[in-house]
């Protein structure tokens, strides 16, 4: 791999764990495994790996939380004004909650704008509970914790102003309550969670996290909500890949309706976001004494922060907003001319050129009239083009293929390259190289078996911090995802996946009949015609005796794959016959 260049030296530096040996080991895989004319240079295989380096490296952490923080402190005299609005109502939660609900009416969710909605939505009657708020499942015997000893997280404290500046954000918008922790314990049933923050990537704040689950005490999240929520609301639904790869395939296929010779290209993609998503969503006033979270004020004061909507560390908000997720994507249906799918709070669709900014702006209606917010969508991050990122995979309508998003594929590349071969790897990193494969073994199709040697090697272990030599099988497989990795950023015409290949119901134009033995194989081949006779073109047959498999059984499977292999071959002789 190594050719003398003083740049290429120059990447040395930056190449952290991953050394030479690993650069060359996937190189000649590459080589061995995948020949091709696209199979990339050393020079490109280590710009490549220098930029998966520089993905790990600028993942924003507590530094840049803290910066971002920039000192922020709680005014008191918005605690103040908490203390009057609370005291206003006796210190009644609920009552208060009931009279900010009605305060904010006008520019959330409301009955108004749930009966707008068609006539035919099968959300609607959800809607109109969830107006009132979302509820809680809490099991028998739960006790709230209000008056436990404290503690905080060390996610929390190391970048305390942060998280308090992204809370307070909710606050600022009438979904919180701000109170002295003297006053707030007094409060019926008051229970509280744990403040905490998590990296995200191309965020310096980070996510805030109202962590129900690691708390003294019971908490609220458990199985039991998470089971209650799901029959309350319905089971969450994402659509994967394939099944927005099929939006875009109906899309087109809505368009040859009009126009026969109509391909991709003539097609758009967009996107679009809402803005907060799960803090659309009020929590049913009765329920708010089970949203609070202790934080950390101007002088080391402790605060208590009582959430009136939905926050990320709740089990059970995401089953109640996929009702809104649902309820969005009918309406869009019934009324744009192209395809649309959502994936939790993000819009995607597919539309022809001359329709798609319409498409988009029907989209963007639907969201602001449900929520009677014009800011209910999120518009810095539309986007609108040939090529977009949908849920981690970038689409191509340009060339028609399907592959991992760049910042996806660095990630993964960095997780494998960096795994050593030889030493001991722990439970939970081969999880995480499993769980990478399953996910992009969707697009490297040909890898699949190698990622269930990845789930074999994982399997069995209790604990995931326990470490252990791998075995030959894994290290082969971590070699060759490491070498699909290297080709998909270096040649994604020729490595993704394409488009048409994810179709639902294919055509079918021909037909291999197998069937193989220890000792041989052999297949008729089969061309349908435009009537749907099946035309027989010819046949193949093998001896297999030559490769010693005898009496063993255990080779059965690999007989009928090199069945499936002469057939396919046999095609490609025959050509377009």
Known sequence: VRNGAREEEAM???????????????????????????????????????????????????????????????????????????????GDLERFALQRMADNSSGRLNKESVERLHPSNPEREKLFELVGGMPVFLPEGFVSNGRIKLSFSSSYTSAGQAVNRMFMGIHDAGQAILLPYEEAVKIEGLHLATASRADKEYKDSGRPIMDMTNVKGTPVNSDFSKQSADEKWGEIQHPPIQGLANMILKALDKLRLQRPTAVLADLSLWKKDLNSAYTLLSVRPDCASKFGVPIIGTLGVILVLIFLCGVFGWDATP??????????VFEAKLVTEGEVEMYVDDGMGCAEDSVVRSDMGKFDDICCQLFNNPQAVQRSKDACGKREVFIGYVIDLNTGMVSVSEKNLLRALWHFACCDLEGRVSVKEM????????????????????????????????????????????????????????????????????????????????????????????????????????????????????FGFTDDSSYQNTTEYIGVILGLIALAKIGDA
């Open 319 to 328: 089953a109640s907003f996929q009702v809104v997720t649902r309820t969005i």
């Open 12 to 90: 040395e530096e930056g190449l952290g764990e991953v050394n030479e040996a690993t650069l060359r080991v996937a190189a000649r895989t590459m080589k061995d495994y995948f020949p091709s004319q696209s199979e990339p240079s050393g020079h490109e295989i280590r710009i490549i790996f220098k930029k998966a380096v520089e993905a790990a490296s600028n993942r924003p952490g507590v530094k840049e939380a803290n910066v971002w923080a920039n000192n922020f402190e709680i005014s008191e005299e918005v605690v103040r004004r908490d203390r009057a609005a609370f005291s206003a109502v006796d």
């Open 431 to 546: 999880q995480r190289l499993a769980s990478l494969g399953s996910r992009y073994s969707m697009i490297c199709v040909e890898l699949r078996p190698f990622t269930r040697a990845l789930y074999r090697a994982a399997s069995g272990w209790k604990n995931r911090q326990a470490t252990f030599l791998l075995k030959e099988e894994a290290k082969q497989a971590i070699r060759m995802w490491r070498a699909m990795l290297f080709l998909l950023g270096s040649a994604e015409v020729v490595f993704g996946r394409h488009l048409e290949t994810f179709r639902e119901n294919p055509v079918i134009s021909w037909i291999v009949e197998f069937d193989s033995s220890l000792e041989g194989s052999g297949g008729l081949l089969y061309k349908i015609d435009q009537g749907g006779v099946e035309v027989c073109l010819g046949g193949f047959a093998v001896a297999l005796s030559s």
